[in-house]
């Protein structure tokens, strides 16, 4: 009786409004790569996926995690002036951006080695903006506990961005195509939700501005630097694979990445956006409450992944060609060798933010420095083949992750213990 009433709490009926979105947009993903893959050659994902880390890597940090601040204030008014520093941090950042690939995108994108990208420059400056709103008005969503409108905004994005791609294939159009559709998938579901709740944001008082900006300072010290390493050390294999290989390795690593990441993010991404709103309100009742939200989370999260996982040992590659093509049947054996890695990955993404509700943002920049040094020497050493580097690159990374969620716990334990002992005093 313990257990149903566990998941008729509000934690777990958000999770369920965010889920039945999740499906949806990933049942159109599933639905629309079979089509990709035979509209686009493995070369075009393989450029498409160089595009897409860079925008990934800088539209993360765009806001310099401001937004991450939207969720935590108690009144209102303060939540409101949060979201417009968020905005002005964003496009700030956004201009730097433009001026700094007008001025190095060439010899960057060679040294890159991605030299085909340099007359798209300034679509990656677009994406990098369209990115960074989005995230925005995502957190504007949580806020308001608008799991519902969340859930609705990811099919938008879904649809826009795989129906943009193929309408774009249809037509007879190279990779440029799939960089479009990215941007409007960026754009348009940010732009849904900003119709209506922009029109509420207030106009900007510079000094409790400023006064925010500080106040949540470890945001862009931390936050950011932690979320730039941490993406860049995810996209570092693209980087790595247009150096030693060619961009059909990387477009079918690229497949076996999106197919990966459907169903074991599947529920994942949902618990991540519910989770944090949910432990920064226990945090502040007590350390005790966010242990106990984070045993329960990690132990049903460390279950339901399994399954994916055994699916995909057993049966990825004849799936993959059986659905995508023969051609992709090598992807389904980079599914196998990364599985272990994204179970891992899947297990912790959704409560590596309780370092930002603890306050221990650095120990998380620590960790994820630490993974950058680690995965690329993993992968520099076995750099012969792709199968080598895909392997020594899927156990650094399952080790990361077993680390970082083995942190996360020390620090939430020590405090819930402290919290306890004063308690008794």
Not at 47 to 69: C, H
Not at 346 to 364: G, H, L, R, Y
Request: net charge positive; proline share 4%.
């Amino acid at each position: 009786m313990k257990f149903i009433q566990r998941f008729k709490s509000d934690f777990f009926k958000n999770v369920l409004k965010l889920l039945s979105g999740t499906v949806l947009s990933s049942a159109i993903s599933f639905l629309a790569l079979p089509v990709i893959t035979r509209l686009y050659s493995e070369a075009d994902l393989g450029l498409f996926q160089a595009f897409n880390s860079i925008i990934l890597i800088l539209g993360g940090i765009a806001s310099l995690k401001y937004e991450l601040t939207i969720v935590l204030p108690k009144a209102e008014e303060e939540a409101n002036h949060a979201v417009v520093l968020s905005l002005i941090v964003t496009l700030l950042f956004s201009a730097v951006s433009w001026v700094a690939f007008a001025l190095f995108r060439e010899p960057l994108f060679r040294f890159m080695e991605i030299e085909q990208l340099i007359p798209y420059a300034n679509i990656i400056v677009l994406g990098i903006l369209g990115y960074g709103i989005l995230q925005i008005t995502r957190f504007m969503l949580m806020r308001d506990k608008a799991f519902g409108p969340l859930a609705r905004n990811n099919v938008y994005q879904s649809v826009a961005q795989h129906g943009g791609s193929i309408a774009l294939g249809l037509r007879g159009g190279s990779f440029s195509g799939l960089f479009y559709a990215f941007i409007a998938g960026t754009l348009i579901p940010s732009l849904m939700v900003g119709i209506t709740y922009f029109r509420r944001i207030p106009r900007p008082d510079w000094k409790r501005l400023k006064s925010l900006a500080w106040q949540y300072r470890k945001f862009p010290i931390f936050n950011t630097s932690n979320v730039f390493l941490n993406n860049f050390s995810l996209e570092l294999p693209v980087f790595m694979m247009a150096v030693y290989f060619d961009e059909a390795t990387i477009g079918l690593y690229s497949l076996a990445m999106r197919l990966l990441v459907v169903p074991l993010n599947l529920l994942g991404t949902s618990v991540s956006r519910v989770y944090f709103q949910a432990a920064s309100e226990a945090y502040n009742e007590s350390p005790g409450k966010l242990l106990a939200l984070y045993k329960e989370t990690v132990g049903k999260l460390s279950l339901i992944g399994l399954a994916p996982v055994v699916v995909i040992l057993v049966a990825a590659p004849t799936l993959v060609a059986l659905i995508f093509g023969e051609n992709w049947r090598e992807a389904g054996v980079y599914m196998q060798l990364l599985s272990v890695a994204l179970y891992f990955r899947f297990v912790n993404s959704p409560i590596s933010t309780t370092f930002s509700i603890i306050d221990k943002q650095e120990m998380a920049l620590f960790l994820t420095g630490g993974s950058v040094v680690i995965r690329y020497l993993a992968m520099y050493l076995n750099s012969h083949s792709p199968l080598a580097l895909i392997t020594a690159l899927s156990v650094a990374t399952a080790i990361f992750y077993a680390a970082y969620n083995f942190t996360i716990y020390y620090f939430v334990r020590k405090l819930a213990d402290g919290d306890a002992s004063a308690g008794k005093t």
